[in-house]
């Protein structure tokens, strides 16, 4: 059974950090494109970084560069986003979102968790 399981969003004052963490199983890991998107209320759903695998390409979209860092570990099957430097237009739901990189495209996506910044 496939699940990606987001945690560590919460409640956080402008310009705090937090680390979200997107705990994975039920398929290759490794060979997922894994991204963090997220979703405001009345928007839609955006990009906010991307990692194709270990070492190798990363993108971010430009509101978050040199604010958020994304990271894998495929030995714990587990990606992360570092949010430093909170802003309250980052408030949104933060989903994982993993796509298969060879072969017929398979898509998953975790349940979401809240990010909120509110001073």
């Known amino acids: 059974q496939v699940q990606l399981v987001e945690s560590g969003g919460g409640l956080v004052q402008p310009g705090g950090s937090l680390r979200l963490s997107c705990a994975a199983s039920g398929f290759a890991f490794s060979n997922y494109r894994m991204s963090w998107y997220r979703q405001a209320p009345g928007k839609e759903r955006e990009l906010v970084a991307a990692i194709i695998r270990t070492g190798g390409t990363i993108n971010y979209a430009d509101d978050v560069k040199g604010r958020f860092t994304i990271s894998r570990d495929d030995a714990k099957t587990t990606l992360y986003l570092q949010m430093n430097s909170l802003k309250f237009e980052d408030t949104a739901v933060y989903f994982c979102?993993?796509?298969?990189?060879?072969?017929?495209?398979?898509?998953?996506w975790g349940q979401g968790t809240q990010v909120t910044v509110s001073s």
């Open positions: 979102n993993a796509v298969r990189r060879l072969g017929v495209p398979i898509a998953y």
